[in-house]
């Protein structure tokens, strides 16, 4: 950072169009921003260290709260991976209802990242199109597993409790008033020329950036690169999943790769919806020693679990990797170096949906 | 009362400024507060705008354990918002600090150790009609006839 | 006038570090370099910010496996794209000075314990 500045300018941690707190400190030449830092620590509660030692009944609830936004996957990621550990294997259906909900997951978070976006370029109409179509996933995210935001409904041998039949008819109408209306919004998405001119060509990632510190999730894939841990996923490989990429690399990529997996979600749970089977939803089991670690695909990206249990169930060691570390890294580091202008500071920065909660712990 | 009064009272009635401060949440309370603005909720019909800005506030909603890079942050900001202003906790984090008070823990709860609160609302997170509810039967307690309260 | 935000971010970047995943990347740094854990912190601290910081593991995963042989044993894709303690310039020039004096005839490991010195100079100055 020693090179000649016209001034530092600090954004944030309290920043009207931020949802969490961090702060920005860039280096600019009039508009020109020649390199970015993020200080962190606005949101350090040290999960990690509260979860060592404690019996994964706690720790599962937990690992729900590092992230609110993301909470079915890293409740999905922890159970799976003590499961591995102790060779738990769950009921089929259960296997689908567990993805059925990730994936509802998923939409309402890439629907949040993107009702971000356009509002932070100001198109508002856009956003609050984008929001309202967010509280539909969110009713159905609720009809399933009984609450909004922490449901807690992936339990270790299954899940908590079935999905009844008309519960499923509601969530098929409810997908195909979901898929009309998004491919409405994902057309004015691509026509609106001021769209075009905030988000075109704006905060490029290239390939080569993106591989060397790690980018994962849809920043990556819209930089190029065909990353998803689903793929190696056994009930998404029966699915038959691909991930979605595209090749530009800048703010639209970004988005509009959030956009198609939306539909691409909606596609994963009528085929799940389609193949599950009636049977049970509990297998039971008993957690026993032994490490593990455990890579799944969050709406943001690769999601590790690095950890360690004991014989009683117990949780030794703990590491949690959340995709949004990198995902920020490469944004202040790459994607804000050479902006051209200051106003593109937050709209680039969102664009690569950060999540400061999952950063920190 | 005086007709200035009634005329503070009515335009107050209809503008309340909302600005959120994050002190070390999940963002669970957070989106809950995002989904007040979606039209299904339509937080603009009561007149509650949400600016997050502290300078033009009239009610703080604060989420979040109280981490410890805001200790000495969180009270300047408090005193940025222009009178008459009042605070509410959202979520189970700034009353008790939910799952997060245990031993070796970073955070520091209650955020009432810090800045006056005026109103709780607990739940892991709350609903989004909770809060529109909370903040409209806060609103008149507060910041009707302020000034001969005052007095 | 004081300055709320500009403070010292020493502490909560040590917490940064005290996590499973950073300290293995810690002692990892450490042996590349040929000092003690708490050394190679120190470093990491003052050289890195929060960000990097927290992204170190993943980073260091991506760049464990790059290089040849010497390069590898340098550690220097760590230094340089992993964790920016270098440039890149500078570790080229600090491998190409290893296979230098291994070519006129200096045994392997003195060189590279040379070039380890060379490097450790480099990040302290």
């Known amino acids: 950072m020693k090179k000649t500045v016209d001034i530092s300018l600090p954004v944030g941690p309290v920043h009207p169009l931020f949802k969490e707190p961090c702060r920005i400190k860039c280096e600019t030449r009039g508009e020109y921003v020649l390199s970015a830092e993020v200080e962190l620590g606005y949101v350090k509660k ?27 996957i890293h409740n999905y990621t922890f159970i799976e991976a003590v499961e591995k550990i102790s060779g738990i294997i769950p009921p089929e259906r259960a296997a689908y209802l567990r993805v059925i909900v990730n994936e509802l997951d998923r939409m309402q978070s890439h629907l949040l990242a993107n009702y971000s976006y356009c509002y932070t370029i100001e198109h508002e109409t856009l956003a609050m199109y984008v929001l309202n179509l967010r509280e539909t996933v969110m009713d159905q995210l609720e009809l399933i597993t009984g609450a909004r935001v922490t449901c807690a409904y992936i339990i270790p041998g299954g899940v908590r409790w079935d999905l009844p039949d008309d519960r499923a008819e509601s969530l098929k109408s409810a997908l195909d008033h979901i898929d009309s209306e998004l491919t409405r919004f994902v057309r004015i998405f691509e026509t609106g020329p ?78 799940a919806l389609l193949k599950m089977q009636p ?37 030794l060691e703990i590491a949690i990797q959340t995709p949004s570390i990198m995902n920020i890294q490469v944004c202040a580091h790459e994607m804000l170096t050479d902006a051209e202008s200051a ?18 712990r | ?58 009610v703080l909603l604060i989420t ?25 906790a959202i979520g189970n984090c700034p009353i008790s600090g939910c799952v997060f008070n245990r031993p070796e823990t970073l955070v520091d709860p209650p955020v009432s150790k810090h800045i006056p609160i005026a109103a709780e609302i607990p739940g892991c997170p709350p609903r989004p009609t909770e809060i529109i509810s909370t903040i409209l039967s806060l609103a008149p307690l507060i910041f009707k006839d302020y000034e001969e309260k005052k007095q | 006038m004081e ?35 708490q050394a190679a912190r ?84």
């Open chain 1, 194 to 271: 001021f769209i075009a001119l905030r988000s075109k060509g704006i905060g490029i990632l290239t390939k080569e950036a993106a591989e060397a510190a790690y980018a994962v999730g849809p920043t990556a894939r819209a930089s190029g690169i065909s990353v998803d841990c689903r793929s190696d996923h056994p009930t998404y490989q029966a699915l038959g999943f691909s991930p979605v990429v595209r090749h530009e690399g800048d703010n639209y990529a970004r988005i509009m790769a959030r956009f198609d997996e939306v539909f691409q979600s909606v596609n994963l749970i009528r085929s």
């Open chain 2, 1 to 58: 009362m005086s007709i200035i009064q009634k005329l503070k009272n009515t335009i107050r009635s209809r503008s309340i400024h909302v600005c959120y401060v994050n002190v070390g949440s999940c963002n669970g309370c957070d989106i809950e507060i995002l989904a007040c603005l979606s039209p299904r909720y339509d937080i603009e019909q009561y007149g509650i705008y949400v600016h997050n800005n502290p300078r033009e506030a009239d």
């Open chain 3, 3 to 37: 300055y709320l935000y500009e403070k010292d971010l020493r502490r909560m970047k040590l917490l940064i570090l005290e996590s499973r995943r950073h300290h293995a990347v810690t002692i990892e740094i450490a042996a590349i370099l040929g000092i003690k854990p």
């Open chain 1, 279 to 315: 049977g049970p939803v509990r297998g039971g089991g008993v957690i026993q020693a032994g490490s593990i670690q455990y890579r799944m695909e969050a709406p943001r990206g690769e999601l590790l679990y690095d950890l360690v249990t004991d014989e009683y169930g117990r949780i």
């Open chain 1, 46 to 72: 040290g999960i990690e260290r509260i979860m060592r030692g404690r019996p994964w009944q706690e720790v599962m609830f937990l690992a729900e709260r590092v992230c609110g936004i993301c909470s079915v």
């Open chain 1, 343 to 360: 106003a593109d500071i937050t709209s680039i920065f969102i664009s690569s949906d950060p999540c400061i909660a999952c950063t920190e």
């Open chain 2, 64 to 88: 979040g354990a109280f981490s410890p890079q805001w200790e000495d942050k969180l009270k300047p900001l408090w005193e940025k918002i222009p009178h008459p202003k009042v605070a509410v």
């Open chain 3, 42 to 125: 120190k470093i990491l601290i003052e050289e890195c910010d929060m960000l990097l910081l927290e992204n170190l593991p993943a980073r260091c995963d991506a760049a464990r496996k790059k290089g040849n042989e010497i390069e590898q044993k340098l550690g220097i894709h760590m230094l340089t794209q992993a964790t920016h303690l270098i440039s890149p310039d500078a570790g080229q020039k600090a491998v190409a000075d290893v296979i230098e004096k291994i070519e006129s005839g200096l045994e392997k490991e003195i060189a590279l314990e040379e070039g380890r010195t060379g490097i450790l100079e480099l990040i302290r100055s």
